[in-house]
Structure formats: structure tokens, C-alpha cells
Antibody, heavy 115, light 112 residues
Framework: VQLVESGGGLVQPGKSLKLSCSAS????????MHWIRQAPGKGLEWVAY???????VYADAVKGRFIISRDNGKNTLYLQLNSLKAEDTAIYYC??????????WGQGVMVTVSS | DIVLTQAPLSVSVTPGESASISCRSS???????????LYWYLQRPGKSPQLLIY???NLASGVPDRFSSSGSETDFTLKISKVETEDVGVYYC?????????FGGGTKLELK
């Protein structure tokens, strides 16, 4: 199992960014997937989940601003980040969901929101 | 939202000795299917978190049996016996009972 995030960077407040997570080593289409973030020096914060059938759930902190999606043909998970705020600055991890919990995590991608 | 409270914030252990970490939930984590939805993760310095324990007491694949976990519906303990250098990092508890998923604040394990 391998999860590789990309698309992070420095962005101004109010702007947008799209993260990608390329999955391999398992049948991507049959698993739900999460985005989880970690602000610098802080703990883990769950952001969003998408089921294998593309049902979605969001944390209140990002609801209405972030959009999780997936392309099973490309084995890729996405997170569209809109109306970014300074408090969205974090490492963003994509992670696989199974009955055994969140069992595989990517290496993470840094998003910095600053003017 | 379910609040998970970990203690202590940090623990310093002599290699070869044992360490215990507590996680307390604001709500029962026993699901309607009879599964206790408590998970433990380890984040080594500079690395991504990794799954250690699932459904309260089951070792994830590749995790050494020096790790064990037990508890009730709301109070849980992770025990690490014969601590080794590779065990250094921050331990998090988490649940998958409902949304939003939440995690404890983390417990940092260091070596003396």
C-alpha cells in the first residue's frame, strides 16, 4: 500500500489549493478514504471522509470550504481547499479507512496559508 | 463530538522498562455491533502516524507483541513492555464510532 500526496504549498488567505493523493498497492475503488491534518507542533485533526461510493462527511471547521472527491479510474483522492484561512496551515495526510481503522497514511503534504 | 483525553502528556522511560498511556472517552465507544471502537497510533519523529492497535485490543499487522491494549467502554490503556529506541514518538488514541472522528491530544514517549 502506498499513498503519495502532492499539491501543497504557500497560498494567501482567501485563495484556493487542490491536494491530490495517488494510491497504489490496493484496490482503491473499494476503500473509503480520509484527509487528516496536523498543524505545526499540534495533534491530529480529522478533516473529511469519502466512502467507496463517494458519500462525503466533513469536519465543521472545513464544511462549506473544502471538497473531498475521488477518481477511481486514476486511483486518486483529492481535497479542494477554498477560502483558506491561516488556521488551515498544516500537514495534510491522506489515509485509508478499513474495519481495522485508519490503517495506512501517506507521508503528508504541507499547506501554508500566509500573506 | 467525542472527546478523547490522554494522560500523561509525556512519559520518560528507561529502555527495557514498561510504559502505560491512558485514554479516556467522553462517550462509550462500544458500538451496536459489540465492537469497541478505540484505536492507537504512533507517530515517530518526522514521520506519518501508523496504526498500532485496532478495536481496542488487536495488534495491527507487523506490530510487535510488546504492545498491548485493554479497557472498558470509556477508559483505555496502552501498555508497552520492554521499551525500545524505536518506540520513541507521540502516541494518539482515536475512535471510529461516529463522525467527526476525533483523536486524543497525544502522549510523547521519550527515553531516559
Amino acid at each position: 500500500v502506498q499513498l503519495v500526496e502532492s499539491g501543497g504549498g504557500l497560498v494567501q488567505p482567501g485563495k484556493s489549493l487542490k491536494l491530490s493523493c495517488s494510491a497504489s498497492g490496493f484496490t482503491f475503488s473499494t476503500y473509503g478514504m480520509h484527509w487528516i491534518r496536523q498543524a505545526p507542533g499540534k495533534g491530529l485533526e480529522w478533516v473529511a471522509y469519502i466512502s467507496s461510493t463517494s458519500g462525503t462527511v466533513y469536519a465543521d471547521a472545513v464544511k462549506g470550504r473544502f471538497i473531498i472527491s475521488r477518481d477511481n479510474g486514476k486511483n486518486t483522492l483529492y481535497l479542494q481547499l477554498n477560502s483558506l484561512k491561516a488556521e488551515d496551515t498544516a500537514i495534510y495526510y491522506c489515509a485509508r479507512s478499513s474495519t481495522e481503522g485508519i490503517d495506512y497514511w501517506g507521508q503528508g503534504v504541507m499547506v501554508t496559508v500566509s500573506s | 463530538d467525542i472527546v478523547l483525553t490522554q494522560a500523561p502528556l509525556s512519559v520518560s522511560v528507561t529502555p527495557g522498562e514498561s510504559a502505560s498511556i491512558s485514554c479516556r472517552s467522553s462517550k462509550s465507544l462500544l458500538s451496536s455491533k459489540g465492537i469497541t471502537s478505540l484505536y492507537w497510533y504512533l507517530q515517530r519523529p518526522g514521520k506519518s502516524p501508523q496504526l498500532l492497535i485496532y478495536q481496542m485490543s488487536n495488534l495491527a499487522s507487523g506490530v510487535p507483541d510488546r504492545f498491548s491494549s485493554s479497557g472498558s467502554e470509556t477508559d483505555f490503556t496502552l501498555k508497552i513492555s520492554k521499551v525500545e529506541t524505536e518506540d520513541v514518538g507521540v502516541y494518539y488514541c482515536g475512535h471510529r464510532l461516529e463522525y467527526p472522528r476525533t483523536f486524543g491530544g497525544g502522549t510523547k514517549l521519550e527515553l531516559k
